[in-house]
């Protein structure tokens, strides 16, 4: 297969009010066609930053990037249109780009068809549920007929349960459509279920820390059917420990530092062992 994304020592320095930001450091990353891969990373490691530099809504401060397709972006609300019609939504994207042909519009209705929301398109976005809504807001990005999907923390508007659904859908969809897709997102059960891997970044300036293959094995595989595979523990299990060692690292330095400041270093080990749980739990919840 060929690659469809290239992204070469890529590196993002933001100038502050109060100095410069690095963001992003040596990015390498090659992209598959017809791939899904994610992005998971410690909260400000610059992964949305990374997105807007594929997109091309930022330009990187270092490294090059090579496209082999039309990008579509999808955002964590569904950004639909409350007082247009959920067939006026779908075509919201084409309008913008002034390519409202009748052949798109052929294409938008096939696709609601197929997904099961030609039914609902004269209604409003209010009148659909969460889940239906962020099918539509995909078919909206759909219709341009984008080749590389970006998805950052798209779905982490949605409680648990319709989640779930929604990730197997639109998993489905993307693979139906042979969309390539690169998704953001903090919950580490939704990148192995959906990924064909995963890549970890570590804190500012993110860079690639480890990318890990996933791989269940499996026919027709879906992200249902793989949490369920006992594979899908064991990936979680190293994904974990790895960021965790990463909190824990940064929990080490930061306590070394207070404790040096206030002449207590003799406390270190005592101290370590009844702060450890309590400070990893609470960056793990703080990922984003
Ligand atoms: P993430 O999505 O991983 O949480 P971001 O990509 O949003 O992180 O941000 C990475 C870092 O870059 C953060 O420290 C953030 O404050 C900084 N940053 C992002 N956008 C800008 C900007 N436009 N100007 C200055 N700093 C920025
Ligand atoms: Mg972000």
Not at 11 to 40: D, H, T
Not at 94 to 99: A, D, N, Q, S
Request: proline share 2%; net charge positive; charged share 25%.
């Amino acid at each position: 297969m060929k690659n469809i994304l290239e992204l070469k020592n890529i590196g993002k320095k933001y100038q502050a009010k109060n100095g410069e930001i690095e963001a992003l450091k040596n990015i390498n990353l090659k992209v598959q066609e017809g791939e899904f891969v994610s992005i998971i990373g410690p909260s400000g490691c610059g992964k949305s930053t990374l997105l807007s530099i594929i997109a091309g809504l930022e330009k990187q401060t270092a490294g090059e990037i090579y496209k082999n397709g039309e990008i579509g972006y999808m955002l964590q609300t569904d950004s639909l249109l409350p007082w247009r019609t959920i067939y006026k939504n779908v075509l919201f994207g084409l309008e913008v780009r002034k390519i409202k042909t009748s052949e798109n519009e052929k294409y938008v209705q096939e696709l609601l068809k197929k997904y099961n929301l030609y039914e609902f398109k004269e209604k409003y976005p209010s009148q659909l549920s969460g889940g239906m809504r962020q099918r539509v807001a995909l078919i909206r990005t759909l219709a341009t007929r984008p080749s590389i999907l970006l998805l950052d923390e798209a779905f982490s508007a949605l409680d648990y349960q319709t989640r779930i659904m929604v990730t197997n859908d639109i998993f489905q969809i993307l693979k139906n459509e042979k969309i390539t897709a690169i998704m953001v997102t903090h919950d580490i059960s939704e990148a192995i279920s959906m990924s064909d891997r995963v890549v970890v970044l570590t804190n500012r300036p993110g860079t690639v820390k480890k990318i890990h293959k996933i791989d269940f094995e499996m026919e027709n595989r879906n992200p249902i059917n793989c949490r369920e595979s006992p594979k899908f523990s064991k990936y979680f299990d190293t994904i974990w420990k790895e960021l965790d060692v990463h909190a824990w690292e940064k929990h080490i330095r930061r306590k070394k530092k207070i404790l040096k400041t206030n002449k207590k270093e003799q406390n270190i080990s005592s101290t370590y062992k009844t702060s450890n749980c309590n400070s990893i739990y609470c960056w793990m919840g703080n990922i984003s």
